[in-house]
């Protein structure tokens, strides 16, 4: 199916990410932080990139500004996981060059809903 | 009458069933070890000589991670020692939840002895010091040596042991 | 299958979120210490992520709970609120209050309980308003229709967000049957075309019934992006309640997990200890594909190659059993970790001031024993500052700073593991231990008691010399528990106490499976491992440079000092080994506090030691703190340097 960067410092969050996505049969490539996935995205390329907002590093809303100055990156999917309460953060998420985001507490069903939401 | 001494017979027999003893070879005399206590046979390997033990005590070697000593049983008994050859083996035994080696000439059989055909030991005729028999059973022509390997390591090695500690428990009191 | 992954992924949540809880701890107090700004960043990513996590992995109380510190943080991170000692402390309360809340998940039990409501309502107070303004915000009501007109005007930079207008209306295809309707009236010239850019805006009809916030959604990512208008045809009057799926889904996944929390414990295990293992498991297909190649027979003249492949597969197996041995290593920093609050917090109640040293925090140590230091250590920190340490005033007239020291210590020392825990206070108070002693019967009046048993009688079963029992230390539980505890694991307590200096507190504990690193030296055709923790450097000498002294002992220089030689030879009878000290090595080498010098014929390398006992099958043997297994699956000794030292230190005073 696609090929997907799943970007979280957080391990329980990244993994069920990762297992939500293999189970659908997506080919996942996981990173620890913003930094990590840029390396990544910069030696492979995705149909979909997955990113928490907070992370040390570098953070999500830096990272997607980053993969947006990359030429391979102008029009690919990029999804910021973020809470409720962070409204702005979307905002922020959008303005960097983010196409959507996540609201957290996420479930796999939506999880799979939403990727086939913008793989279409 | 007759009917409860059948019944006495019986649980007579029942006390007394036969114990499988694994016979070993040793400077010409053959030895029986209780099959229960017998862990595993390995070939005779190298093992790691340990500072300080009696000189029987072979050394250590690794029983699937676990460090078990070894001991020649040739020495143990006072006999001289053999080179070690392709028959040489070391039975695994294990006493008390302690595992250690006895290096044996060879191993020669598994054995079916009944209590009633276990008989004492005399005191003379054997290179053993018949502490460490339980007793002696014939089998033909062959005599069979019941080893009682709870005393192998013990008691003179408790004994040894205790010579060694003062030492020990000296290091500990400075400390 | 789902729910397992779900249920398996919360237990890893739950090991990460304790280490994040103990990262805010150290971030608060570092705060609290006057630190920086990204301090702040760090607390709130912490809390973040448990808020973010909990809702996923089926603790919403957690997330609601967490979302009131989080606010509060986040204020601070705005500067819209300065931190202060408040602010601390009840930040500190709401990690303890989360602690305890991840352990009744753990254990399947309900998560909250009085304090974090008590908490709850203080956060919210902090914040300035009532408790009912929680994290569940009220829903909107839904507003309905059979059938909509949708205006949909994207700007013209929206295609760079990775937002296709297609993929939205066909979304909205979902919903019920559309008529749309292309508006070209925005559509440039050819040649002023940005192909990068939208033009293009579409009035869709959409009929079926639909809600007003399920076609908002669709357009949810494009908002600010676009022009949209959503304008209903029929308005329906009433609205139909949720399904109540959710709820199901909680109790399936609260059923997942009390399955799975039945003692299963999860180790988190450093990177390259897995890497090592990847590695191994690598090497030993390597060589399962070597030895596939007998399958067809064996040959004589390849018999040499299946004897070498043979034995390369007991060794890695070898290996790997050692390395899944090590994967129960861990460092006791986890166990250090929870002190500089716990002492924070006593020193604050009894009026204390305690500067705590913790070292040798990455000192690794065995997962059951590491989960069992802990009570002593606590009962050992807590008896330092209530009963070692003196109150500011009174150091001061003892002619010592205010500020009292705690130490913490772990190493290796010996084959063992050592924990010592020394303060710089006031000594074991002799006389007041013997009047509580002749009090309790323990001895008679008058007897005379040499230091060390006057110290052991603090080890006696329900032994406590404070006259007015302290929450802190009187709980009933003494000394004598401690020392049954750490008996419990094989080890040791000791005290030495110098009055008016401190008191040091000594557990030793026997590492049956530990690990050490350790140098390979060869005497005679035997190999010993020395633990590199006790190196202190290995030098080649000169015959002339040892001194003989009266006794037969052999002395060096080193460093400037003289130091005994101690030849592993004579002390093992190792057969066919150097004599000449020329011809061989001397390992400089410390335990307890003193250095000799280890006479062997040469170093072989170095390597990892997983430690195994010899007394499990055998007994002690003087100079050796256990054994471990060679790559070639051969047994090597392990010498207890501090156990050299004590002997050579004994052979002197002889």
Same mark, same amino acid.
């Given at each position: 199916?696609?090929?997907?960067?799943?970007?979280?410092?957080?391990?329980?969050?990244?993994?069920?990410?990762?297992? *939500?996505?293999?189970?659908?049969?997506?080919?996942? *490539? $996981?990173? $620890?932080?913003?930094?990590?996935?840029? %390396?990544?995205?910069?030696?492979?390329?995705?149909?979909?990139?997955?990113?928490?907002?907070?992370?040390?590093?570098? %953070?999500?809303?830096?990272?997607?500004? $980053?993969?947006?100055?990359?030429?391979?990156?102008?029009?690919?999917?990029?999804?910021?996981?973020?809470?409720?309460?962070? *409204? %702005?953060?979307?905002? $922020?998420?959008?303005?960097?060059?983010?196409?959507?985001?996540?609201?957290?507490?996420?479930?796999?069903?939506?999880?799979?809903?939403?990727?086939?939401?913008?793989?279409? | 009458?007759?009917?409860?001494?059948?019944?006495?017979?019986?649980?007579?027999?029942?006390?007394?069933?036969?114990?499988?003893?694994?016979?070993?070879?040793?400077?010409? #005399? #053959?030895?029986?070890?209780?099959?229960?206590?017998?862990?595993?046979?390995?070939?005779?390997?190298?093992?790691?000589?340990?500072?300080?033990?009696?000189?029987?005590?072979? @050394?250590?070697?690794?029983?699937?991670?676990?460090?078990?000593?070894?001991?020649?049983?040739?020495?143990?008994?006072?006999?001289?020692?053999?080179?070690? @050859?392709?028959?040489?083996?070391?039975?695994?035994?294990?006493?008390?939840?302690?595992?250690? @080696?006895?290096?044996?000439?060879?191993?020669?059989?598994?054995?079916?002895?009944?209590?009633?055909?276990?008989?004492?030991?005399?005191?003379?005729?054997?290179?053993?010091?018949? #502490?460490?028999?339980?007793?002696?059973?014939?089998?033909?022509?062959?005599?069979?040596?019941?080893?009682?390997?709870?005393?192998?390591?013990?008691?003179?090695?408790?004994?040894?042991?205790?010579?060694?500690?003062?030492?020990?428990?000296?290091?500990?009191?400075?400390? | 299958?789902?729910?397992?992954?779900?249920?398996?992924?919360?237990?890893?949540?739950?090991?990460?979120?304790?280490?994040?809880?103990?990262?805010?701890?150290?971030?608060?107090?570092?705060?609290d210490d006057g630190g920086d700004a990204e301090l702040v960043h760090t607390i709130f990513r912490a809390a973040h992520s448990i808020k973010g996590g909990a809702a996923t992995f089926g603790l919403p109380e957690m997330s609601s709970f967490t979302h009131e510190a989080e606010s509060l943080l986040d204020e601070v991170r705005g500067g819209k609120r300065a931190i202060d000692g408040g602010i601390v402390e009840l930040l500190l309360r709401t990690v303890d209050c989360l602690r305890g809340m991840f352990a009744r998940a753990r254990a399947g039990e309900p998560l909250n309980d009085a304090t974090a409501e008590g908490l709850r309502g203080e956060l919210a107070a902090m914040m300035g308003r009532g408790t009912a303004a929680g994290g569940l915000q009220a829903r909107r009501p839904a507003d309905q229709a059979d059938a909509w007109t949708i205006r949909f005007r994207p700007h013209a930079g929206m295609l760079a967000g990775g937002n296709d207008p297609l993929r939205l209306i066909r979304e909205l295809a979902g919903l019920g049957e559309l008529a749309v309707t292309a508006e070209l009236d925005r559509l440039p010239a050819l040649d002023k075309l940005d192909p990068t850019e939208c033009h293009l805006g579409w009035t869709i009809e959409l009929a079926g019934p639909a809600k007003r916030a399920d076609i908002a959604a669709v357009f949810d990512w494009v908002e600010g992006e676009c022009e949209l208008a959503i304008e209903p045809k029929h308005v329906v009057a009433a609205t139909a309640p949720p399904a109540a799926a959710a709820p199901v889904a909680d109790v399936a996944v609260a059923r997942a997990q009390r399955e799975t929390s039945?003692?299963?414990?999860?180790?988190?295990?450093?990177?390259?200890? +897995?890497?090592?293992?990847?590695?191994?498991?690598?090497?030993?297909?390597?060589?399962?594909?070597?030895?596939?190649?007998?399958?067809?027979?064996?040959?004589?003249?390849? !018999?040499?190659?299946?004897?070498?492949? =043979?034995?390369? &597969?007991?060794?890695?197996?070898?290996? =790997?059993?050692?390395?899944?041995?090590?994967?129960?290593?861990?460092?006791?920093?986890?166990?250090?970790?929870?002190?500089?609050?716990?002492?924070?917090?006593?020193?604050?109640? !009894?009026?204390?001031?305690?500067? &705590?040293?913790?070292?040798?925090?990455?000192?690794?140590?065995?997962?059951?024993?590491?989960?069992?230091?802990?009570?002593?250590?606590?009962? !050992?920190?807590?008896?330092? +500052?209530?009963?070692?340490?003196? &109150?500011?005033?009174?150091?001061?007239?003892?002619?010592?700073?205010? +500020?009292?020291?705690?130490?913490?210590?772990?190493?290796?020392?010996?084959?063992? +593991?050592?924990?010592?825990?020394?303060?710089?206070?006031?000594?074991?108070?002799?006389?007041?231990?013997?009047?509580?002693?002749?009090?309790?019967?323990?001895?008679?009046?008058?007897?005379?008691?040499?230091?060390?048993?006057?110290?052991?009688?603090?080890?006696?079963?329900?032994?406590?010399?404070?006259?007015?029992?302290?929450? &802190?230390?009187?709980?009933?539980?003494?000394?004598?528990?401690?020392?049954?505890?750490?008996?419990?694991?094989?080890?040791?307590?000791?005290?030495?106490?110098?009055?008016?200096?401190?008191?040091?507190?000594?557990?030793?504990?026997?590492?049956?499976?530990?690990?050490?690193?350790?140098?390979?030296?060869?005497?005679?055709?035997?190999?010993?491992?020395?633990?590199?923790?006790?190196?202190?450097?290995?030098?080649?000498?000169?015959?002339?440079?040892?001194?003989?002294?009266?006794?037969?002992?052999?002395?060096?220089?080193?460093? /400037?000092?003289?130091?005994?030689?101690?030849?592993?030879?004579?002390?093992?009878?190792?057969?066919?080994?150097?004599?000449?000290?020329?011809?061989?090595? =001397?390992?400089?080498?410390?335990?307890?506090?003193?250095?000799?010098?280890?006479?062997?014929?040469?170093?072989?390398?170095?390597?990892?030691?997983?430690?195994?006992?010899?007394?499990?099958?055998?007994?002690?043997?003087?100079?050796?703190? /256990?054994?471990?297994?060679?790559?070639?699956?051969?047994?090597?000794?392990?010498?207890?340097?501090?156990?050299?030292?004590?002997?050579?230190?004994?052979?002197?005073?002889?």
């Amino acid at each position: 199916m696609a090929k997907i960067l799943a970007v979280d410092d957080s391990a329980s969050m990244r993994g069920m990410v990762a297992f *939500t996505l293999r189970g659908a049969g997506h080919e996942v *490539t $996981e990173a $620890e932080n913003g930094q990590l996935a840029l %390396d990544v995205a910069r030696g492979g390329s995705f149909d979909l990139v997955l990113a928490d907002v907070n992370m040390p590093v570098l %953070d999500g809303i830096a990272m997607v500004r $980053e993969l947006r100055g990359m030429d391979s990156y102008k029009g690919v999917p990029i999804l910021m996981l973020t809470t409720e309460s962070h *409204t %702005d953060k979307k905002m $922020e998420g959008k303005a960097a060059g983010a196409t959507g985001w996540l609201v957290k507490p996420f479930d796999p069903e939506q999880l799979l809903a939403t990727v086939k939401r913008v793989l279409g | 009458m007759s009917h409860s001494a059948n019944t006495a017979t019986a649980s007579a027999a029942e006390a007394t069933a036969p114990v499988q003893y694994l016979t070993v070879n040793l400077a010409h #005399e #053959e030895y029986g070890i209780d099959i229960l206590a017998v862990r595993e046979i390995r070939g005779w390997t190298p093992v790691t000589r340990i500072p300080q033990a009696p000189h029987y005590v072979l @050394g250590v070697l690794n029983l699937r991670g676990a460090i078990v000593p070894v001991l020649d049983l040739r020495l143990r008994f006072g006999v001289v020692r053999k080179e070690y @050859g392709a028959t040489t083996v070391t039975v695994i035994v294990t006493v008390a939840g302690r595992h250690f @080696g006895v290096v044996v000439d060879a191993v020669s059989d598994v054995l079916d002895v009944a209590a009633a055909d276990v008989r004492p030991v005399p005191d003379m005729g054997t290179t053993v010091d018949t #502490e460490y028999l339980k007793g002696l059973t014939s089998l033909a022509e062959r005599m069979v040596l019941l080893l009682d390997v709870d005393r192998l390591l013990q008691p003179q090695d408790a004994q040894m042991l205790e010579a060694a500690l003062p030492a020990a428990a000296d290091v500990q009191a400075v400390a | 299958m789902v729910n397992a992954a779900l249920a398996q992924f919360q237990q890893v949540f739950i090991e990460e979120s304790l280490e994040g809880l103990d990262t805010m701890e150290s971030s608060l107090l570092a705060l609290d210490d006057g630190g920086d700004a990204e301090l702040v960043h760090t607390i709130f990513r912490a809390a973040h992520s448990i808020k973010g996590g909990a809702a996923t992995f089926g603790l919403p109380e957690m997330s609601s709970f967490t979302h009131e510190a989080e606010s509060l943080l986040d204020e601070v991170r705005g500067g819209k609120r300065a931190i202060d000692g408040g602010i601390v402390e009840l930040l500190l309360r709401t990690v303890d209050c989360l602690r305890g809340m991840f352990a009744r998940a753990r254990a399947g039990e309900p998560l909250n309980d009085a304090t974090a409501e008590g908490l709850r309502g203080e956060l919210a107070a902090m914040m300035g308003r009532g408790t009912a303004a929680g994290g569940l915000q009220a829903r909107r009501p839904a507003d309905q229709a059979d059938a909509w007109t949708i205006r949909f005007r994207p700007h013209a930079g929206m295609l760079a967000g990775g937002n296709d207008p297609l993929r939205l209306i066909r979304e909205l295809a979902g919903l019920g049957e559309l008529a749309v309707t292309a508006e070209l009236d925005r559509l440039p010239a050819l040649d002023k075309l940005d192909p990068t850019e939208c033009h293009l805006g579409w009035t869709i009809e959409l009929a079926g019934p639909a809600k007003r916030a399920d076609i908002a959604a669709v357009f949810d990512w494009v908002e600010g992006e676009c022009e949209l208008a959503i304008e209903p045809k029929h308005v329906v009057a009433a609205t139909a309640p949720p399904a109540a799926a959710a709820p199901v889904a909680d109790v399936a996944v609260a059923r997942a997990q009390r399955e799975t929390s039945a003692e299963s414990g999860t180790v988190r295990v450093a990177i390259d200890k +897995i890497d090592g293992l990847i590695n191994l498991v690598g090497e030993l297909v390597i060589t399962q594909s070597m030895l596939d190649t007998f399958r067809d027979g064996v040959d004589a003249s390849r !018999l040499a190659l299946l004897e070498q492949g =043979l034995a390369q &597969l007991a060794r890695h197996t070898r290996e =790997l059993q050692e390395s899944v041995m090590g994967i129960r290593m861990l460092p006791i920093a986890s166990v250090f970790n929870r002190f500089p609050r716990m002492v924070r917090d006593i020193g604050q109640k !009894l009026g204390k001031q305690v500067r &705590l040293e913790l070292v040798g925090e990455h000192t690794e140590l065995d997962k059951t024993v590491l989960e069992k230091i802990g009570d002593p250590l606590v009962h !050992l920190v807590r008896n330092a +500052i209530d009963h070692g340490l003196e &109150l500011p005033a009174q150091r001061r007239a003892a002619g010592k700073g205010d +500020i009292g020291t705690l130490r913490l210590e772990a190493s290796h020392r010996g084959g063992n +593991i050592v924990v010592e825990v020394s303060d710089d206070g006031a000594g074991l108070n002799r006389e007041a231990i013997v009047a509580k002693a002749v009090q309790r019967g323990l001895i008679r009046s008058g007897e005379s008691l040499g230091d060390e048993a006057v110290a052991e009688l603090i080890f006696q079963p329900g032994f406590s010399t404070v006259a007015v029992t302290t929450d &802190l230390s009187g709980r009933g539980v003494g000394m004598d528990v401690v020392r049954r505890n750490v008996a419990d694991l094989g080890g040791s307590v000791t005290i030495r106490s110098t009055p008016g200096k401190g008191c040091v507190f000594t557990i030793t504990l026997p590492l049956t499976l530990a690990i050490i690193d350790g140098l390979t030296a060869a005497v005679g055709g035997e190999h010993y491992i020395v633990p590199l923790v006790s190196i202190v450097e290995s030098v080649q000498l000169k015959r002339e440079a040892i001194k003989t002294v009266a006794g037969g002992g052999e002395l060096f220089r080193f460093r /400037g000092e003289y130091l005994p030689v101690i030849r592993l030879h004579e002390l093992f009878g190792c057969p066919d080994a150097v004599r000449a000290i020329d011809e061989g090595l =001397l390992i400089v080498v410390e335990g307890d506090g003193a250095r000799v010098g280890l006479f062997v014929d040469g170093l072989i390398g170095q390597q990892q030691a997983v430690v195994k006992s010899l007394e499990a099958n055998y007994r002690r043997v003087n100079g050796v703190s /256990g054994a471990t297994i060679l790559a070639d699956g051969s047994v090597a000794l392990i010498v207890d340097v501090a156990g050299m030292v004590r002997m050579q230190s004994r052979r002197k005073v002889a």
